[in-house]
């Protein structure tokens, strides 16, 4: 039995699950959000508590059943509380601003930089620091990595965009001849 799969979601106060033969459906306060169901995976809801079930146990379903279970688990926490990730811009000269719905951003490019920020997600800035929220935990991390590729972090200075708490590993500049 996965380690994953076998333990029980519970479902917090304010969420309702829909169960269909082919979607799950999770609604809640903060929004709604809707998976298909993997064959061979059942999904059963049995009072307070979401319980996610294989026909087999063939190496490809027992991989479904602890995917199917994380899932749905992301989405209740989802609509609940929300997900965020948080990212920090190091650098002499760059600037982060929000305008609408748009991240302009000064990265020491000959241009600024404009990223639109998908439907579904938040952005909020605060000096150089920017925090990415919304209900689908996928999103978030798609929105948040493809923020931070703009422009990478350097190994030298650390210049960049990164995320927080992420540890740049430097490196050691040029050493000149010794005199």
Do not use: C, W
């Not at 999103?139 to 923020?147: K, L, M, Y």
């Amino acid at each position: 039995m996965s380690r994953v799969g076998k333990l029980p979601i519970d479902i917090p106060n304010g969420v309702t699950i829909t169960v269909d033969p082919d979607t799950i459906t999770v609604a809640g306060p903060k929004g709604t959000l809707t998976q298909f169901t993997m064959p061979e995976i059942t999904v059963t809801q049995e009072g307070t508590q979401v319980m996610v079930s294989r026909s087999s146990d063939e190496p490809k379903v027992r991989a479904k059943h602890g995917l199917m279970r994380a899932l749905v688990n992301n989405m209740v926490t989802g609509v609940s509380t929300g997900f965020s990730k948080q990212l920090e811009i190091n650098g002499v000269g760059f600037r982060v601003a929000l305008a609408g719905q748009d991240l302009k951003m000064n990265l020491g490019f000959s241009h600024e930089v404009i990223y639109h920020v998908p439907q579904g997600i938040t952005a909020t800035v605060e000096q150089t620091k920017i925090t990415v929220a919304g209900i689908d935990k996928q999103q978030v991390g798609q929105v948040a990595a493809e923020i931070r590729s703009l422009k990478k972090p350097e190994p030298y200075k650390g210049k960049g965009i990164k995320y927080a708490g992420e540890r740049i590993i430097r490196k050691a500049g040029k050493s000149g001849k010794d005199k």
